[in-house]
């Protein structure tokens, strides 16, 4: 990072940490959908401006690559009590072949595009949970390894429930559709799954925990189930302002084998 980027995130973070306090008592309980895979079913307030970013390495055995990609980047704008505007951005991508010998290469580039919107269902009554539906679409940016080059769609129901004062679950369930390349070079579009479910631990005022488990099912001949594992821990350090981190390990032969992920989360008051 050179010395210009390190002065603008460091004027972000001051201006994210100096509306907090001068908003505290104002600003609502501050719900990111990072650093799990369960969105969370709740929206950013109306007028509230939300971006949450972060870094991760991964490594798969079974294709000999190493994979940094940053900043995963999540913009979301409230527009109303129940409904959110969502502009992501996969990240740029470093693709290292650990053994060159069994015809793996190195690659890089940025990733897609994608815009959607969350839209707050319900509230949570009783044993009813809190319901939000989510959608997106891919936006192809340019020809790289690591973008789609096709407008694929996304959606998923997003629920949680309130265990204790201390405790939450969250779960989500919904379909994908990804294009890559196949082995002949051409494009590939398969149709799959989503799934995941979070336990949410409320460790302190200021920190918590959580526990998951996610993956894919893919509906055609090709490839099985990607399962995983993850947990990590959350740390408010404002009202506006929260670094996270995580770590998971691959369950079946389609998923990677382990992942560790840092970010950080802001968000601006009216």
């Known amino acids: 990072m050179n010395m210009e980027s390190k002065r603008s995130f460091v004027l972000i973070l001051g201006c994210a940490l100096l509306s907090s306090s001068c908003f505290a008592s104002d600003i609502p309980e501050l719900v990111t959908d990072r650093p799990d895979q369960t969105e969370s079913s709740s929206t950013v307030p109306p007028g509230y401006l939300q971006i949450e970013m972060g870094y991760e390495h991964s490594e798969n055995e079974r294709e000999d690559l190493e ?7 999540l913009l979301r704008v409230g527009l109303t009590e129940n409904l959110e505007f969502r502009l992501g951005f996969d990240g740029y ?4 072949a650990v053994d060159l010998t069994q015809g793996a290469e190195d690659n890089e580039g940025a990733g897609d595009l994608g815009i ?16 939000a539906f989510l959608t997106n679409v891919v936006l192809p940016t340019k020809k790289t390894p690591f973008s789609s080059e096709r407008f ?31 082995t002949a070079g051409d494009l590939d579009t398969r149709h799959q799954f989503i799934y995941s479910a979070a336990v949410g631990i409320g460790l302190s005022d200021n ?10 099912i893919p509906t055609g001949s090709d490839g099985g189930p990607a399962n995983s594992f993850d947990g990590g821990f959350t740390y408010l350090i404002a ?29 601006f008051p009216q």
């Open 67 to 73: 994979t940094d990609v940053v900043p995963q980047a």
């Open 152 to 182: 694929d769609p996304e959606y998923r129901l997003a629920c949680s429930h309130t265990l204790s004062e201390r405790l939450s679950f969250g779960y989500n369930v919904g379909q994908a559709w990804v294009t890559e390349e196949d």
């Open 116 to 131: 959607g919107f969350k839209l707050k269902l319900r509230d949570e009554e009783g044993w009813l949970p809190e319901t």
């Open 239 to 267: 009202d506006n302002v929260q670094l996270d981190i995580a770590s998971g390990v691959g369950l079946s032969q389609d998923a990677q084998d382990w992942f560790l992920a840092a970010g950080l989360s802001i968000r």
């Open 207 to 216: 920190l918590g925990g959580f526990v998951e488990f996610f993956g894919e």
């Open 93 to 96: 991508f470093w693709e290292n």
